[in-house]
């Protein structure tokens, strides 16, 4: 069998062009390939499959063989893959449904280590739960993985395994569990994401939609410290709720380990006194690059 490996901002992945074929792989099998001392390393591995409906069907497993969710920088990467075997189009299906992308780098030559940058449209988000401690509050949102959010300040130093392990196994997320993503915030619209990831048990280089998360977080929390500090100024003492939407798109600037990302989403947001934010976010996007790596034969 042959794998092609790509990553996305240092997320990895092996793909596999299943055409028209079936190719059945066991858990223990995935996380043999993808073991980074035993196997040929990847933080996931991904098959290429005909679909009815689309232009192609993309199945995604992480290292451990856990399947079932979505991945941002892996859609980009299939995507950059679909592009290299001579795809035009790219409406695919995806473990959370259809998406679309576009190829924002013009023509490149197959298989070569030349950037793709990928534009990927990700899942409508509907609901943003907030969680609250001592000190901070996080954010729960689902963009197509589970993700909690916590905003951090200094993140250079961070133990992002240490801190991210436990809130990754918290009764509150069981049993399915949920990915954390740790957040700077530089700006409303500026911040820097590291990710701890279920399914790897491990601190990624990057996680697609968990920066997709973070950055519609970072709108949240931003929205609601504006909106308290205007009620405390005499804002809405009605307590008639506070309806928050932009004029246009938010476009938010997420550093993530070694790479840059852009996301974009239109969001709307009703706050109520005592009760929890109604969010939402359309015409979400996600914009980075996908690069190929090479060829593994198994």
Do not use: Q
């Amino acid at each position: 069998m042959k794998f092609y490996k790509y990553h996305g901002a240092g997320n990895d992945f092996l793909i596999a062009d299943g055409g028209g074929a079936s190719i059945d792989l066991s858990a223990e099998r995935i996380s043999s390939l993808c073991d980074r001392h035993t196997g040929f390393g990847a933080d996931g591995l991904m098959v290429l499959e005909e679909s009815g409906d689309y232009d192609f069907r993309m199945r995604y497993y992480n290292s451990d063989g856990s399947g079932g969710m979505m991945c941002g920088n892996g859609g980009r990467c299939i995507v950059a893959f679909a592009a290299d075997l001579g795809y035009k189009n790219f409406h695919f299906e995806a473990p959370d449904g259809p998406h679309e992308a576009e190829l924002l780098s013009g023509e490149a030559a197959a298989f070569t280590n030349a950037a793709r940058i990928v534009r990927l449209g990700m899942k409508n988000v509907s609901g943003a739960k907030p969680y609250y401690g001592d000190r901070s509050c996080d954010w729960f949102l689902d963009t197509g993985t589970r993700h909690l959010v916590r905003f951090v300040e200094d993140i250079d130093k961070l133990d992002v395994v240490g801190e991210g392990r436990p809130l990754r196994h918290d009764p509150r997320f069981a049993p399915v569990g949920v990915n954390v993503n740790f957040v700077k915030v530089n700006a409303p619209r500026d911040i820097v994401v590291r990710t701890y990831e279920k399914g790897v048990e491990d601190e990624t280089l990057a996680c697609g939609t968990g920066i997709t998360a973070s950055a519609m977080a970072s709108w949240i929390a931003y929205r609601v410290a504006v909106s308290r500090a205007d009620s405390s100024a005499g804002y809405n003492r009605s307590g008639e709720p506070v309806v928050v939407k932009e004029p246009k798109p938010v476009v938010c600037s997420v550093r993530a380990r070694i790479a840059e990302l852009n996301v974009t989403f239109t969001p709307s947001l009703i706050l109520r006194p005592g009760e929890r934010p109604e969010f939402s976010a359309v015409d979400v996007f996600l914009t980075g690059p996908a690069v190929f790596v090479g060829t593994a034969e198994c």
